[in-house]
Nanobody, 121 residues
Framework: QVQLVESGGGLVQAGGSLRLACTVSGSIFSLNTMGWHRQAPGKQRELVAFISSGGSTNYADSVKGRFTITKDNAKNTVYLQMNSLKPEDIGVYYC???????????????WGQGTQVTVST
């Protein structure tokens, strides 16, 4: 069974930093794009950043220059370094991954359970 396990959320003061991590566990054949989404209270889930299998990255305009997404292929882990955090960054952050479980499986997206990020003023 494939699982995405996130860690690193918490409470931080405005201007502070947090580092999120998400590890894909279980038997997989191939891992493609990994990314982070977030959902603020009362709002729809939105893309924060993603990183392709080749290492290309893409960011939401609201986090460009403050957040950095990286990955460790050997550990099947993606990270989100969040600096200069603002109250508008508050939300539940979800990791997702596009992967194939076997050579005969189609590509599918899997999601983590989410980790809360809170920024105080």
């Amino acid at each position: 069974q494939v699982q995405l396990v996130e860690s690193g959320g918490g409470l931080v003061q405005a201007g502070g930093s947090l580092r999120l991590a998400c590890t894909v566990s279980g038997s997989i054949f191939s891992l493609n794009t990994m990314g982070w989404h977030r959902q603020a209270p009362g709002k729809q889930r939105e893309l924060v950043a993603f990183i392709s299998s080749g290492g290309s990255t893409n960011y939401a305009d609201s986090v460009k220059g403050r957040f950095t997404i990286t990955k460790d292929n050997a550990k099947n882990t993606v990270y989100l370094q969040m600096n200069s955090l603002k109250p508008e960054d508050i939300g539940v952050y979800y990791c997702n991954a596009k992967l194939r479980r076997t050579s005969n499986s189609p590509w599918a997206y899997y999601w983590g359970q989410g980790t809360q990020v809170t920024v105080s003023t």
